[in-house]
């Protein structure tokens, strides 16, 4: 039987939140195959117990993942439809599912059906591993590119307005400066791509540790990203007081 995965999410607010955004604490596990001879000697209450638990834990993630995606006002409509359909509801997606094995666990009896849940529960729905970190990763990369691309459309009238107002040498230091962050920050949400949303157990299963490793880099260009932002926003205000 596996260990738990666990994943500390983080919650995407205020743009001065986000820039201190830590990467999920994934841990990162091969999957181990059935083995051929499964035990069928009775389960104890407490394995029962634990069970209830472990599931109990990736619904309370995934509603606050639920409430994440209906929140987040810079997720593209594509992007919250798929991962809305991923977490789903009480009649959708994995929380029906984790409900649905919720409901049977009072019908387990023995080593075999107890192993067989486990196996579905991580290597089916990677709640945990997958779908925590596919909903924060598009929500961040969304918002990165709402801002970065609102601070771009931005440049050409604070340019203009630097040099109708006698090109204040501060000014224009942190023009250029907005100009380098701003496009940083982009080219940070646009190199992540399709990726976060499009990720699933299949993916994660068929290469653990390279899946793991990308959603760790990714989480780190978003944290270099928010810092771009926080720098760009800090120039704007400059250029404002300076001209």
Not at 65 to 89: M, N, P, W, Y
Not at 179 to 193: H, K, M, P, R, Y
Not at 212 to 241: E, G, L
Request: glycine share 4%; charged share 10%.
């Amino acid at each position: 039987m596996k260990k738990s995965l666990k994943y500390v999410s983080v919650p995407l607010t205020t743009l001065a939140g986000i820039v201190a955004i830590a990467s999920p604490a994934l841990a990162s596990s091969t999957p181990t195959s059935t083995p051929t001879s499964t035990p069928t000697t009775a389960v104890t209450p407490a394995q029962i117990t634990q069970l209830q638990n472990d599931i109990n834990a990736r619904i309370s993630l995934l509603e606050k993942l639920s409430g994440r995606i209906q929140s987040a006002k810079e997720l593209t409509s594509s992007d919250a439809a798929t991962l809305s359909a991923v977490v789903g509801s009480s009649t959708s997606g994995d929380i029906q599912a984790m409900q649905n094995l919720l409901s049977g666990v009072s019908s387990i009896t023995t080593q075999s059906q107890l192993h067989l849940t486990y196996e579905t529960l991580y290597d089916n729905y990677r709640i945990f591993a997958v779908v925590g970190p596919q909903v924060d990763l598009t929500i961040a990369e969304d918002q990165v590119q709402s801002v970065a691309t609102s601070l771009i459309a931005l440049e050409p009238t604070l340019n203009s307005l630097i040099t109708s107002n006698g090109n204040n040498p501060t000014a224009q230091s942190a023009y250029t400066d907005l100009v380098s962050q701003a496009g940083d920050a982009q080219a940070a949400a646009n190199a992540l791509g399709s990726y976060p949303v499009s990720l699933t157990p299949v993916i994660y299963n068929t290469d653990p540790t390279g899946t793991h490793s990308t959603i760790t880099n990714d989480w780190q260009q978003m944290k270099s990203a928010y810092a771009n932002i926080k720098a760009a926003r800090q120039d704007v205000s400059t250029i404002i007081k300076n001209i």
